[in-house]
């Protein structure tokens, strides 16, 4: 029997370099679970490092989800090495900076340059996309992987984690069909159903007391109003904040579109991509932002309402017999307060597949995944804790805390244009 593989051993590159030529000299049958960015993105990577390539989705199809997502330079600098950068370049925008303004008077109080400081800076662009987008570029990806078989409809009810059961672990499917498989990867997302079985108990996502709007507004609207225009001609992104809630801003789809995430407290939302909300109900509710925004909002038609859900660091995310794990939300959702979750997801992918380009028998598979878990747990932990951080400072209530955060930006935007 081969050893198994210390993490300690292994050498470690954060953001490991893929497509090196590296094969597993074993091939494993690799089942993942859910084709969101996270899953779409571990089918690409497990696929390159020699493997095969079940992906499970339990959604019918791959749809167009009307909101825009943001993507930095940890995630960029993945696609673009995964062969996507005119992909990204064609599609997505690239924001001069970040400005953030004070909800009632508009009154700029920060202002940090992005643009081609992030590729200085953090080695990538930094990206706003459409979600659509991002999805059908990973599918492309993962449809062109070697070996790769996307299932749709395929809804997994049960799991078999152990690998001395008869046929070795296994998926069941809701139409009763088994797929076995050497390991199961469960990208399943922040309601991951197999998470409980990882962890050995049932454990809910917890409210984090915030819910999002998020709609699009077409920017010719805005290109026809001087005030509104600024907004499309210098693509920042721009978030307003107010006591308990806050509004970013930023153009997508080749500045056709202007995206709006609209955070504030959750009043009975529930958690899906899919959940129309009350545009009429959204109005009334940031009705007191300045009458720039309230002229935003007027061109809203629709909107989606998400109820914001996120969990302390699990104990683990990885199966006690070595043949599940977690991945992407199913095991750090977060809120989107710093605008990783999908990022982290892109790196979990990236490393998985990294080290299983390595694996060279199927016993080496537990010392594999706690060495993924090790590389990838404080980095993701901490992330969801700061993402909960900036839930604070964002929504500070008017008062001695929001005056001395202003303040402490007032100072950095002035050391930008020194
Ligand atoms: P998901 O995208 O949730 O995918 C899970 C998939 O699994 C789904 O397709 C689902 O149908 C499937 N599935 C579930 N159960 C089963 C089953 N039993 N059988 C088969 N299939 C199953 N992140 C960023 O990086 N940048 C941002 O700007 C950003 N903005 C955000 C804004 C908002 C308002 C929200 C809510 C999130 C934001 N995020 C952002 C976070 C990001 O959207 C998520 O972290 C990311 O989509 C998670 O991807 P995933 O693949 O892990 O899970």
């Given at each position: 029997t081969p050893p198994a593989v210390s993490p300690a051993a292994i050498p470690i590159d954060p953001v490991p370099p893929l497509h090196a030529g590296r094969k597993a000299a074993i091939a494993l049958h690799i089942v993942v679970v859910g084709a969101g960015l996270g899953g779409l993105a571990a089918t690409h990577t497990l696929a390159h490092a020699g493997h095969r390539v079940t992906l499970l989705e339990a959604a019918s199809a791959i749809g167009d989800v009307g909101a825009g997502i943001q993507v930095s330079p940890n995630a960029t600098r993945l696609l673009q090495r995964w062969g996507l950068a005119s992909a990204l370049q064609k599609s997505a925008v690239c924001p001069e900076a970040i400005v953030f303004r004070r909800y009632d008077t508009g009154e700029r109080v920060g202002y940090t340059r992005w643009g081609s400081t992030m590729a200085r800076d953090y080695g990538a662009p930094y990206y706003h996309i459409h979600r659509a987008d991002y999805h059908a570029m990973l599918l492309r990806l993962a449809q062109a992987a070697p070996g790769v078989q996307i299932r749709l409809g395929a809804s997994v009810v049960d799991v078999q984690p152990?690998?001395?059961?008869?046929?070795?672990?296994?998926?069941?499917?809701?139409?009763?069909?088994?797929?076995?498989?050497?390991?199961?990867?469960?990208?399943?997302?922040?309601?991951?159903?197999?998470?409980?079985?990882?962890?050995?108990?049932?454990?809910?996502?917890?409210?984090?007391?915030?819910?999002?709007y998020r709609a699009t507004v077409p920017t010719e609207l805005m290109m026809q109003d001087p005030e509104l225009r600024e907004f499309v001609e210098t693509p920042d992104m721009t978030a307003w904040m107010a006591p308990g809630r806050h509004l970013m801003a930023y153009c997508i789809r080749g500045k056709k579109e202007y995206n709006l995430v609209l955070l504030h407290p959750d009043d009975g939302s529930v958690e899906s991509w899919t959940?129309?909300?009350?545009?009429?109900?959204?109005?009334?509710?940031?009705?007191?932002?300045?009458?720039?925004?309230?002229?935003?909002?007027?061109?809203?038609?629709?909107?989606?309402?998400?109820?914001l859900m996120d969990r302390s660091p699990l104990p683990t995310w990885v199966h006690p017999k070595g043949r599940l794990v977690l991945l992407g939300d199913a095991c750090h959702p977060m809120l989107p307060y710093r605008a990783q979750g999908a990022a982290m997801a892109i790196e979990d992918a990236a490393v998985l597949g990294n080290l299983l380009s390595r694996i060279s028998a199927k016993e080496?598979?537990?010392?594999?995944?706690?060495?993924?878990?090790?590389?990838?747990?404080?980095?993701?932990?901490?992330?969801?804790?700061?993402?909960?951080?900036?839930?604070?400072?964002?929504?500070?209530?008017?008062?001695?805390?929001?005056?001395?955060?202003?303040?402490?930006?007032?100072?950095?935007?002035?050391?930008?244009?020194?």
């Open positions: 152990d690998p001395n059961a008869q046929g070795g672990p296994s998926v069941t499917l809701a139409s009763g069909e088994v797929v076995h498989a050497d390991l199961i990867v469960a990208a399943d997302g922040v309601k991951s159903r197999l998470q409980a079985v990882v962890i050995g108990r049932e454990a809910a996502p917890r409210p984090t007391g915030d819910a999002a959940a129309d909300g009350s545009a009429e109900k959204m109005r009334a509710d940031f009705a007191d932002f300045e009458p720039r925004v309230k002229k935003l909002l007027s061109f809203v038609d629709s909107t989606l309402k998400w109820r080496q598979l537990p010392g594999f995944l706690h060495a993924y878990q090790e590389i990838r747990y404080t980095r993701a932990s901490e992330v969801q804790s700061s993402s909960r951080l900036n839930q604070h400072i964002f929504h500070l209530p008017d008062g001695p805390e929001q005056r001395a955060r202003d303040a402490a930006m007032r100072d950095a935007m002035a050391a930008e244009f020194d």
